[in-house]
């Protein structure tokens, strides 16, 4: 099961980087909270139109460090996460450890957390 998490998280991770808003709509649950290193959050609804308008335009993503846990229904994926982003076209870099949440219903996963955490320099 681990190994469809990984596949998942490779998928919203290229959606990030694609712009792709219906590929992240279709995997984003609806009560999504989805935390910015800067500590703004945001719903699905509010972070989709970002990625939509191109406030949030991610140019490079790596992760590192990935573990998976799996406990019933739920996947927490820790790791490192480094990148390059635009937002609101100023430039920032990425360095975050971060805490992911899916939630399995039925027979599908939805994204309903992310908490990163900026690494100190």
């Known amino acids: 099961m681990s190994d469809e998490i990984t596949q998942l998280e490779d998928r919203r991770y290229r959606a ?3 712009g792709d808003v219906a590929a992240l709509d279709a ?6 909270v989805y ?3 800067n500590a703004e959050m945001d719903s699905k609804a509010s972070y989709l139109d970002k990625v939509g308008r191109g406030i949030f335009h991610y140019l490079e993503i790596g992760r590192e460090d990935e573990e998976i846990r799996i406990l019933d229904t739920v996947a927490i ?5 480094v990148g390059r982003v635009e937002v ?3 430039l920032r870099k990425l360095n975050n450890r971060f ?3 899916w939630l399995q219903r039925g027979d599908k ?13």
Do not use: D, R
Request: aromatic share 8%.
């Open 27 to 32: 995997m984003l649950a609806p009560e999504l």
């Open 99 to 101: 805490v992911a949440i």
């Open 35 to 37: 935390t910015h290193s």
């Open 77 to 81: 994926v820790t790791g490192c996460m």
């Open 16 to 18: 990030m980087l694609e």
């Open 109 to 121: 996963w939805e994204f309903v957390v992310y908490q990163p955490t900026p690494v100190p320099a």
């Open 88 to 90: 609101g076209g100023v």
